[in-house]
């Protein structure tokens, strides 16, 4: 399949909106390289940035870098999760394209969730559902892998999501409260 000419950011729009409704044909629009990926990886971890720095300046030094470090670690761990996955699954040259995708669809989320929240537990929870469909989807068709496979790889990169809440729950000293805004 041919991909689409234009600017990289436009196409990976339209590539999201495609896949975000089930169209395959929406993986054309993506970079298959190491630097698409990276280029993909640079606005999320300038938001990250962007909410340390408000946080620091607010004062909240150690909220700020606790939660830099959780968040830093939740943008990468799913890439390397799948990296090692794919080397075992002989996928590993499927997988730019894929840690590409995954990283442009974090900003679909930002799309969806102000439509479903006002919904309350139950558009939390179809937002739940929807990025985990979503990201099993993506697993599924940019690395061609099995149902199974595409299962086992989002329980990985949840299980790892769960550890890091739990690890700086148990360690974190009240930190994960006053992230949360709990008293």
Excluded at 45 to 69: D, N, P
Excluded at 94 to 103: E, Q, T
């Amino acid at each position: 399949m041919k991909r689409p000419s234009g600017d990289a950011t436009r196409r990976s729009g339209l590539g999201l909106l495609l896949i975000a409704v089930g169209q395959r044909r929406g993986f054309a629009y993506f970079g298959k390289t190491t630097d698409a990926y990276l280029a993909s990886l640079a606005p999320l971890v300038a938001l990250v940035l962007v909410k340390i720095g408000l946080m620091v300046v607010q004062g909240e030094v150690r909220a700020g870098a606790t939660l830099g470090l959780l968040l830093i670690c939740n943008l990468l761990a799913p890439a390397v999760i799948s990296d090692a996955l794919c080397g075992r699954w002989g996928c590993r040259d499927r997988w730019p394209h894929y840690a590409n995708i995954l990283n442009w669809a974090q900003f679909l989320y930002l799309i969806v969730a102000p439509l479903l929240l006002p919904l309350g537990a139950a558009g939390a929870g179809l937002l739940g559902i929807y990025a985990l469909w979503m990201q099993w989807f993506v697993a599924r068709n940019a690395l061609g892998l099995s149902r199974a496979r595409a299962a086992w790889l989002l329980g990985a990169i949840l299980l790892n999501g769960n550890l890091l809440i739990t690890i700086l729950a148990v360690f974190g000293s009240g930190t994960l409260e006053s992230l949360v805004g709990v008293k």
